[in-house]
């Protein structure tokens, strides 16, 4: 390990902080005093900032203001209109500070500055304009079948929501669970990754200048065990939404059921990418290339089992060798980079970890297998690709969430199929098929919760997102936030008087 050396702030394009505290009821945390967690730029492994961990008692001021918010505040009783201006105001002031934002993105998480202004930053403010729409566009439900009476069902808000985010993807990935939560009326406190808390400690200090009530939107920093469990605990939290490691959604999912709450989880995958003779074979390249190594690899719906019908085998896996070769790896903050370092040391050793792995089940190293050469600080690795002797080798099974491509060869599509769903998890599929049948043949028989058939990488945020089997629990899309982050209430009235038992008259 190399020393951290201090940050130069004078180099800095937009400020960062010195540290990060918590934000609660529309106020900045003081940094005096507290636990402290080094903030590092995985680029260069300086020392960025430092966070300031929340401890049990600042957890539960986070909830009371929530709460509070929740409770007698008025963000649940406006029109859906009133917040839908509110909302649509946080996608502008977020916008406006679109670069600054990414910038301290790339700074805290090493992903590419061109590939987080270019995708996660707008899908950020996306995120608030689709969900202000949804909730605008909300409806209820009546029944009349039962004679006299009218049931109507409407859809409440549930309450405060506890969001706890990875480190892959931050302001993509929470500033979605903020959305979905506040636009139907609810209050929360959002944990980020003790990894990565300076993008969206700066979106929660952003929201709270727009006309959002204060108590609305909260952010607690500091590490899972101690932050991320006094949260998930809290009596004051009425719903958990989770996205992060499958380990950890179980622990948080137990604990939960200790308080009723529901949750939903967004864990990990090892998606098969399956590749058909009948593939366009240069979309099917660029395609794979893609899936496995954009966002430095490290993404839960990465295409990280590609399996090869053997007929085209030997030549997709020469030119995939010859391409990775030529992906430019680099510092994040350059436009021309594709993948820049892993998030932090002790994940680029875990992934790294892989390649020894791989050898002891027998596979063959293609490219990469190491930390690249060009940089002496940074957690820099090459892109790396392994031919697996069969699906059982840990390299198949496990999620490995870096740079780190396992191929395996299949013989007819019924077995890519078999070897597709011979894994835990069941987040995403991919299948690159010219030929209809076959491409609606995968589609229908891999247990997955979306497959995408001739493309990479495509959410559609009002169709369903999240994992059979241990890829999740719940699914993300307009209808499922609506059931999610909404309580049901039927009322019933008859529409006339009818007889009614007349006890003791
Ligand atoms: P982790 O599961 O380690 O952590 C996720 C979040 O949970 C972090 O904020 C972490 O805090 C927190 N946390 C950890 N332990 C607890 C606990 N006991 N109670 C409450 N909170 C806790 O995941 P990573 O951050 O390592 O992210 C990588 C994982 O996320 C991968 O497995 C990936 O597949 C998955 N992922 C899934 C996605 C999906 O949509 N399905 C999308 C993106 C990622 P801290 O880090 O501060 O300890």
Redesign the pocket.
């Known amino acids: 390990m190399n020393a951290i050396t201090p940050f130069d702030r004078s180099k800095a394009r937009f400020p960062i902080p010195e540290v990060a505290t918590s934000f609660i009821n529309g106020a900045s945390v003081g940094a005096a005093g507290g636990h402290r967690i080094p903030v590092i730029s995985p680029a260069t492994e300086e020392l960025i900032s430092e966070l300031r961990e929340a401890d049990a008692d600042e957890v539960a001021a986070a909830v009371a203001a929530a709460r509070n918010a929740f409770d007698k505040g008025p963000w649940p009783r406006m029109s859906v209109d009133e917040r839908k201006k509110i909302m649509l105001q946080i996608k502008d002031v977020l916008m406006k500070h679109a670069d600054e934002l990414a910038y301290l993105e790339t700074m805290n998480a090493g992903l590419a500055v061109t590939h987080v202004r270019g995708f996660h930053v707008p899908r950020m403010g996306f995120n608030f304009e689709f969900f202000a729409e949804v909730a605008s566009q909300a409806a209820g439900d009546a029944y009349t079948q039962t004679k006299p009476y009218l049931s109507i069902v409407t859809r409440e808000p549930i309450g405060v929501g506890a969001l ?6 931050p302001l993509a ?1 929470c500033s979605m669970k903020i959305a979905s939560c506040i636009a139907f009326g609810n209050t929360c406190v959002l ?5 990565t808390p300076l993008s969206l400690r700066r979106v929660v200090e952003l929201i709270n200048t727009t006309d959002i009530p204060k108590g609305v939107v909260n952010l607690v920093n500091g ?3 101690t932050t ?2 006094a949260l ?1 605990s809290h009596p004051g939290v009425d719903v958990v939404s ?5 380990t ?1 959604g179980r ?2 999912a137990s604990r939960a059921g200790q308080g009723l709450k529901p949750v939903a989880l ?4 090892k998606s098969a990418n399956i590749i058909t003779a009948t593939a366009n074979m240069e979309r099917a390249l660029d395609g794979s290339l893609l899936g496995i190594y954009s966002n430095n690899g490290q ?2 719906l990465a295409g990280s089992r590609i399996l090869l019908d053997r007929k085209i085998a030997d030549s997709f896996v020469a030119k995939f060798v010859e391409r990775s070769k030529k992906i430019i790896v680099g510092d994040p903050l350059e436009q021309k980079t594709n993948i820049g370092p892993l998030a932090y040391e002790g994940h680029m050793k875990r992934v790294l970890s892989y390649v020894d792995i791989a050898k002891q089940d027998g596979a063959e190293l293609l490219t990469g297998g190491a930390a690249h050469p060009g940089f002496n600080k940074g957690y820099y690795m090459q892109p790396t690709a392994v031919m697996a002797k069969s699906n059982a080798a840990r390299v198949c099974q496990e ?1 490995i ?1 870096g740079p780190f491509a396992t191929f395996l060869v299949y013989d007819d599509i019924d077995e890519a199929i078999a070897i597709a769903n011979q894994s835990d998890f069941g ?1 995403v599929g991919y299948v690159w098929s010219e030929h209809l049948p076959t491409a609606m043949k995968v589609s229908q028989n891999v247990r997955a919760g979306t497959i995408w058939v001739n493309t990479p990488l495509t959410r559609e945020l009002r169709a369903p997102f999240g ?1 059979y089997k241990h ?2 629990i719940g699914r993300d899309s307009a209808e499922d936030c609506k059931m999610f982050f909404t309580e049901a209430k039927t009322t019933t009235i008859p529409l006339e008087d009818f007889p009614m038992a007349k006890w003791g008259a």
């Open positions: 706890i985010g990875p480190w892959n993807a990935l944990k980020p990754s003790e990894f590490r899972g065990q991320g469990d998930v989770f996205t992060g490691g499958t950890t622990a948080i967004e864990l990990g995958g993404q839960c999620e969430f987040l994992g890829s999740g």
